[in-house]
Each structure stands twice: as C-alpha cells, then as structure tokens.
C-alpha cells in the first residue's frame, strides 16, 4: 500500500473504438467503503469487510484510523478485517492523520474527532487544500467542537478534542450527504438526539450503515435523527460488511456503451441506492438503453446487473430533483451530452463546483477544447449536442488533480475523430483502480504513458 501522488504524471491517449462488449464487475462503492473502515473501526468487536474499493481515497481513511491504534488487515481482494475499538478507543495519533485528494475522508472524520478526547490534525492534498470545509466547521462548533482552520475555513483542520458536544437540529443548507454524515457522527458523542434537515435527498449511507450496526438513526421526511438520547446507550455491533460495485465507477461504461454503436456490456452486482440512482434515469430520459436485472438486496443496500447496450441519445433539461442523486457523475454525464442530438440544459448543480476541481469550469473548457459548443453557467451547463458518429476533434487536457475529468475525457475518446490527450491520470486511483485496463478490456483504446 504506497502512496500514487507524488508519482510522475500518467498520460491516457484514448482514440476511437469499435463497439465496447462484455461483463465486468467495477470496484467496490468508495463511500460505502471509506464508512465501513470508519464504523468497524469505532464498533464493538470484528468487522469483516468484503468488496472494499482498494483506490488511494478509502486506503487513505484505513491509513488513519491505523494511525489511531486500529488493528486493520491489509486489504487483499476487496478483504479488509478490523477489530473495531468501540466508540471511545481510538489513540491520539502521532502526525496529522493524511487523507490525500478525499473530502469523503476529511469531512466525515471531522465529526468522528471532533468527539474524541484528544487533539488530531487532518489534511490532504492540494486539490482538497482548496475545498470548502466551513460547511463542517460551523454545525461542530455549534455542538461545542472547536476546530481551527486556514483562510476561509480551509483545511488543514485542527480539531481540539476533550470538548462536550450537545446535540443540534441542523438545517443543513446545501444538500450534501458528507455534511449530513459529519453532523450525525458528531453526534454519537453528543447528548441528546442530533438531527439533519436536507434541503434535498442525498445518499443514505451513513443512516443504513448505522442502523445496520446497531445505532438507530429515524427518518421523517427530510430530516433524519440520532435515535438514543443518552451518549452512555449507544454502541455499535461489529458485523460483515459487503460493499457492492460502485454505480459512480459503472457511469463511466454506462455512457461508453450507450454512445459507441453496436455496443452490449453486463456491469455486475452494482449498487442501486435509490439516492444513487440519478445517472440511470437522466441516461434513460435522453433515450438510453439500460436495463436492470437480477435485483436482490445485499447487507441493507440494494444491488443489480446492469445490461447496456447503444442507443441514440437526444438532449434534455436535466430535472434538479436528480442532481444530488448523481452528483458525480456530471463529468461523463456532459460527454453523453455532448453526444446527443439538441441540447441540454443542466441548473441547480453549483455544487460542482466545490468538487475535486470545479467540474463545470474544467468540463466546459475541455469540451471546448474538443470541438462542442458548451457554455457554463453559474450553477451548471448548456451543451449543444452534435448527435454526430464522431462528435469530437483531437486535444489535450488537463484533469486538474480531478479523477472523474480525466475518465470522463477517456470516455470522449470513443467518439473523437483524433486523439484525447489526457494529463494527471494518476488521480484514477482515487476511486477505480484499473479502470484502464477494463475499458481495454470492454474494447476501448487507451494507451497509458508516464511524463
Ligand atoms: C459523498 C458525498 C458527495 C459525493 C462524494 C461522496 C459521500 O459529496 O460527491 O463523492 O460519501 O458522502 P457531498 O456531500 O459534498 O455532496
């Protein structure tokens, strides 16, 4: 387990291919898997955990939670045991815990030690050096944490332990499940009964994984609730853990198939969280041809096989109520877009612009590059879709330290007339190991080179 960053930048040439066919399986859901470390490590007993996503981001919260007196085996195939400490036996670690280019991490750890009795520091890379954390910082500090920070609330964070935290009913203002999840964690050390209020639907992760193990969290409408009161009562069960494919990794080949002709792929056991879910029903509403099979449930979450095969795709105005429900998959979202016959119109999704880059910024530029009239807005995109066999020219760009750019520009390459020359594709690690290999493997044309 070596760290992939300070590694020279990897190149992807992707160039167009003949029809994409095959089964496959994507590696495991990265927020499913960063929270399976989190609460076997604060549970009671063994946690064994299979599926897990072995990318840099989830690797970076086992390194941390190591870093606190956590006994975590080295992942072998997606196979991860822990003995869990309980809520209150994580140590002081000796350096600032690390959590590379993962908001997932940092966020959702705020709030784990935000109710520690000790002082930790956490920080990451540059990419995330940049990124909002305010949005954690304020609901902690109205709990009683206190947390410094740089300029504008950025991180590295120094979270002073030893504070008692009160429970808080948070109107959280964006619709972010990261925030909900810190909030809820800081509330396993509060007394009282923590509450979130989303201002929309987000991934429920967090709220399944606790029930799962032990820690009620009750929903009403939109606002969702730590069940016990008294801090003393609350403990969470070591148990098995499967984490299923991740539906954010499959968005890639869902668009590949859908826009390369003659295309067919099987994506395996991939988790279908109905807060997950929105790829499929924007992909589908611009005429796409997926279908779900063999639904079965699989340690509290839902999973399925998708069958995807090509199919003209047509533009739409992307219905705001989805977005939350496929925050990341905007990048390839956009080269789908771009694909489409007419235009699409995407609003409400400023959120993309806090993300690993600002996708909007990075997206609209690099679809510029390639030829498609795209026009950022303040809170999202028009793109005027060629509908074209080959819709895009030759180029290079830059992914910005942003792993969902540098995929989804792969992805293009399917459909260029030249070739898409993509830099720092290193960042791939972070959440899909071997995604060049598979996208050879389903029939895509990527080559790999080192700068
Ligand atoms: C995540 C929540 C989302 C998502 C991120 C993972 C999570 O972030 O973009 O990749 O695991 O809770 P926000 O909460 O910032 O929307």
New binding site residues.
């Given amino acids: 387990m070596t760290a992939v960053h300070d590694s020279a930048s990897l190149i992807y040439r992707s160039t167009a291919s003949q029809a994409l066919e095959g089964e496959a399986r994507v590696p495991g859901d ?2 499913i898997s ?1 929270r399976s470390i989190m609460f076997g490590s604060l549970a009671s007993g063994t946690t064994e955990i299979s599926g897990f996503l072995e990318g840099e981001d989830s690797l970076n919260t086992l390194r941390c939670f190591r870093a606190m007196g956590v006994s975590i085996t080295d992942p072998e195939a997606g196979r991860v045991t822990i003995e869990g400490v309980g809520l209150h036996g994580l140590k002081q670690p000796e350096k600032p815990l690390y959590v590379g280019n993962s ?2 991490s940092m966020r959702l750890m705020s709030g784990i030690l935000a109710g520690q009795a000790f002082d930790s520091v956490l920080e990451g890379d540059a990419s995330l050096s940049r990124r909002p954390m305010k949005r954690v910082i304020d609901p902690l500090v109205a709990m009683g944490a206190r947390i410094d920070a740089g300029p504008e609330g950025r991180s590295p964070l120094k979270i002073h332990g030893g504070q008692s935290l009160k429970a808080i009913d948070y109107a959280m203002p964006m ?5 909900k ?1 810190c909030v809820l964690l800081a509330g396993l050390y509060a007394e009282g009964c923590t509450c979130v209020t989303e201002p929309a639907p ?2 429920d ?1 967090t709220e399944r994984m606790l029930s799962g193990l032990g820690v009620g969290v009750a929903r009403d409408g939109a606002r969702v609730c730590i069940e016990q009161a008294d801090p003393t009562t609350r403990r969470l069960e070591g148990r098995r853990l499967e984490v299923p494919a991740d539906i ?1 990794s499959a968005a890639f080949f869902l668009v590949a198939a859908s826009i390369v002709p003659d295309s067919e792929i099987l994506l395996t056991h991939v988790g279908l969280n109905p807060t997950r879910t929105g790829v499929i029903d924007i992909l589908k509403a611009m005429g796409a041809d997926i279908r779900i099979e063999n639904r079965r449930e699989v340690g509290g979450e839902p999973v399925a096989d998708l069958r995807v095969k090509s199919a003209p795709l047509h533009g739409i105005a992307i219905d705001e109520a989805l977005v ?1 429900l496929a ?2 998959e905007f990048p390839v979202l956009f080269v789908a877009a771009a694909c489409a016959t007419g235009r699409t119109v995407l609003t409400g999704a400023e ?1 993309l612009r806090v ?1 690993e880059s600002d996708r909007i910024a990075v997206m609209a530029d690099g679809l510029a590059k390639l030829g498609i009239d795209a026009t950022p807005t303040a809170d999202g995109m028009i793109i005027e879709g060629r509908g074209e066999p080959t819709p895009f020219g030759s180029a290079t760009i830059y992914a910005q330290g942003d792993h969902r750019i540098a995929m989804a520009f792969a992805v293009a390459g399917l459909k260029a007339r030249g070739e898409v020359t993509i830099h720092d594709c290193q960042f791939v690690e972070t959440s899909f190991p071997g995604f060049a290999e598979l996208f050879n493997r389903l029939g895509g044309c990527l080559e790999l080179s080192r700068h």
């Fill in positions: 990265k927020s960063h908001g997932t619709a972010s499940a990261q925030v999840s987000t991934r992760h954010s939350p925050i990341d959120e993300k």
